[in-house]
């Protein structure tokens, strides 16, 4: 049975906010998205992020903005095959939206469907793909002020560069050769309606030119193999690329190998390296095995698959997009290092 939009707000509202959860809710509506009393906000949320939807409306309440609260499951089963259609209609009237739940395996296309709409209309969008409690105490309680500034310095070096080296002791070592047709953007967490972006925020990205070498993910991979495997400290997935497609990808753990193998030998474009970002979230300690956070750690990160073309300029599209995450990089920018052991060289 639907739920009345109005009554899914009222459900929210009757959610007790745990106090911890509020600094993390607010740096969200008033820091990251700038929300106005006039602007209208499309909150998308699941069962079982409910607590965390329910902090960020209190907000927006604060604020004195309207919001229309959705609940997945209230509209659709899950996994969802496509974005439910009085979401979308929602959108079309909204300023802002954030979306905060947790990934089913195979809805990255109802996602997209969504971004889509989002794009179109040059809505400030907070992504916030499988936020928990951890997140919200540690990576949506950090000074993005702070972290806007590193990203502006990283995006002005990377922007002039023709390539970028990065190597870790675990094995790492690897070249990105640079497009200068294709576009650089920075999602520090300060949302604006050029590009929508994740939260927590923190990284400059782009699609490559052309990446090879190996990168050892000691870190995390994404989607949602992210929540199936976790941490890979222990146990990680080294993966071969040359010029720029994927050619091995080995593990201890075969199940992972073969997951993640499967995952980019969806389309013919799943396994090109359609981003090269490094995560510039200078307040994160550790990669902690959750792909929305991890990300933003700072060092090297590699997605294949979508390039996000309609802002990096790339022509090419695939149906899936997966990260993968190291840690305690070495990075060059041409033959400036910018960044040793996973610490910056730089000053924000």
Known sequence: MKAPASETNRQLNSVPVDPELVPGARNAVQVCLRVRPNEKVTVITDEATKDIAAAIVRE??????????????????????????????????????????????NELKSRMQMTDVVNRRKIRHAHMVNINRQ????????????????????????????????????????????????????TSGLISTDKWGNLPGGEVFTTPGEVNGTFVVDGVVGDYLCAKYGDLKGNPLTIRIEGNRLREAHSANRDLENDFWQY???????????????????ELKD??????????????????????????????????????????????????????????????
């Open 135 to 186: 997140i919200m105490l540690e990576g949506m309680r950090a000074d993005f002020l702070k972290v806007d500034r590193i990203s502006a310095k990283v995006i002005e070096l990377v922007t002039r560069a023709k390539r970028i080296t990065a190597r870790t002791a675990a094995g790492t070592h690897l070249t990105a050769d640079l497009n200068p047709n294709y576009r650089w953007l920075k």
């Open 287 to 348: 990669v902690i095995g959750q792909i929305l956070q991890d990300e933003k750690y700072p060092g090297v990160h590699i997605a294949f698959g979508n390039p996000y073309g309609a802002h990096t300029g790339a022509e090419w599209y695939s149906s899936t997009h997966i990260d993968v995450v190291g840690r305690k990089f070495d990075i060059w920018v041409d033959e400036q290092q910018i960044m040793r052991s996973g610490q910056f060289l730089i000053e924000a």
């Open 264 to 282: 980019t030998h969806t389309d013919e474009n799943s396994d090109r390296v359609g981003e090269f970002a490094i995560g510039t979230n200078i």
């Open 60 to 105: 927006l309440e604060a604020v004195g903005s309207p919001y229309q609260a959705w609940v997945l499951e209230e509209l659709a089963s899950r996994p969802l095959s496509d974005l439910p259609r009085e979401i979308a209609e929602d959108l079309e009237t909204s300023q802002v939206s954030i979306f905060a739940v947790q990934a089913q395996t």
